[in-house]
């Protein structure tokens, strides 16, 4: 995903500076060039020797060290960078980087640095909240640095509040959202529905499905990497809310209905990959149903069909894709329900292919329009994603369809 790019990650003198080896081993397993600048206090918390086994480059430290050409090293590492993050960065490196002081190899080279960076701060709850620290960081921003908030927890020192550096996987989250993808989808509102529903029977029980949201979620996050406004409607699922997309929580097809109704107009793009209940109890018990000797018999009625609504009031240049998933006739079943709902994309897959369907990490989908069907090989779900925003965005652009507002091509 990073191939071709090149991070710097600058660490300061923080415990937390243990955390940042997992995330420059995170960010070379995605291919990224890594390098790592420290400052003099850094090492007093974790060994270069760290840093460089992990990205196969050498450590920057100190600019007077005679082993590496200084100014040729700075300037070039300054010029090639895609982005800097400074995890963890110290309430010491901020005021000085706020301040226009460089006088190390880290602050310096940040200071020759055009892309765009990140700070993550770290320290003892009093120092974060000290006023001249809070104005360092608001300076920061001012000249267009990203300030992460740091979270709220037992810190090193024994006391707890706020000054945690966030974990490595949440680092590694802004720096995607910064460099992975071209964002070419900038301008666009896109609702993707996620998960399953659950329709109560009673307090203690419901009906639902095995989706666990993992597609849906896949999508919102490639839409926002790409730079769309994303907002995620989602059923009860155990995943993360992604970074970066409105994350709307529901339970039933009604509140899902409900959520996505209200905010359709606005859409250039919907993607409905949740598994909504087609039936719920038509009555709900306000008490826990007793067992009782004998059968049971339930009585269901019917939801609305939330995508079918959709494409009976789809604005002109709204593109609606739906998902269905079928145990038999795949291609049949899927373009019947492009058609009857007034699709302009289904992507249909397979419960019984191997690597496809509920739950896995992986997906085997076929994307039906009007005119063409085009079968994806297995792949990751985050991968799958992709190749139905590619498509989605070429046939958009094929029927030259602009964003909202001001952003029309
Ligand atoms: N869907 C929806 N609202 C519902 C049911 C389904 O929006 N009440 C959407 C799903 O999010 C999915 C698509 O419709 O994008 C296909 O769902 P599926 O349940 O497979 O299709 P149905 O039309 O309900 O057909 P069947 O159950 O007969 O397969």
């Known amino acids: 995903m990073l191939k071709g790019k090149t991070v710097l990650l600058g660490v300061t003198g923080s415990i937390a500076a243990y955390k940042t080896a997992s995330l420059a081993s995170a960010l070379k397993k995605l291919h990224a060039d890594v390098h790592v600048l420290m400052t003099q206090n850094a090492v007093n918390f974790i060994n270069p020797i760290t840093f460089e086994t992990l990205t196969g480059n050498k450590c920057l430290v100190d600019t007077f060290d005679r082993n590496f050409e200084y100014s040729v090293e700075h300037v070039s590492l300054a010029k090639k960078a895609d982005v800097v993050m400074i995890a963890p960065a110290s309430a010491n490196v901020i005021g000085k980087i706020a301040h226009g002081i460089a ?21 003892n709850t009093n120092m974060f909240e000290n006023p001249i620290v809070q104005d360092n960081m608001k300076i920061l921003e001012k000249y267009g640095y990203e300030v992460i908030s740091p979270a709220v927890g037992y810190l090193a020192c024994g006391d707890t509040g706020a000054g945690k550096m966030p974990e490595p996987e949440l680092l590694l989250e802004y720096i995607l959202q910064e460099i992975a993808c071209e964002k070419d989808m900038q301008g666009l509102n896109v609702l993707v529905t996620a998960g399953p529903t659950q329709e109560a ?40 809310k992604p970074q970066f997309v409105r994350t709307v929580e529901i339970t039933t097809a009604k509140e899902m209905f409900e959520a996505v109704t209200e905010r359709a107009a606005e859409q250039d793009i919907i993607v409905k990959a949740a598994a909504v209940a087609d039936y719920r109890p038509k009555s709900v018990s306000s008490e826990k149903m007793k067992k009782k000797d004998g059968e049971l018999t339930l009585e269901l009625e019917r939801t609305d069909d939330i995508l079918a609504w959709l494409g009976g009031h789809k604005r002109p240049g709204q593109f609606l894709c739906g998902f269905a998933m079928e145990t038999q ?65 070429d046939i958009r652009a094929a029927e030259d369809i602009g964003g909202s507002e001001n952003n029309r091509i």
């Open 329 to 393: 006739d795949l291609i049949g079943n899927a373009r019947q329900k492009l058609q009857k709902k007034n699709l302009d994309m289904i992507v249909a897959n397979s419960l019984r292919v191997e690597g496809a369907g509920f739950g896995g990490d992986t997906n085997v989908v076929t994307m039906i329009t009007e005119n063409e069907e085009l079968s994806l090989g297995k792949m990751s779900k985050e991968e799958t994603a992709s190749k139905i925003m590619d498509r989605i965005m």
């Open 201 to 240: 029977a009673d307090p203690v029980r419901y009906l639902t499905n095995h989706s666990t949201g993992k597609m849906g979620y896949a999508i919102a996050t490639v839409c926002a990497r790409r730079g769309a406004s994303v907002t995620l409607v989602s059923g009860p699922t155990a995943l993360k």
């Open 103 to 123: 006088d190390d190899m880290l602050t310096t080279t940040v200071m020759a640095c055009r892309c765009r960076k990140i700070v993550a701060p770290a320290m």
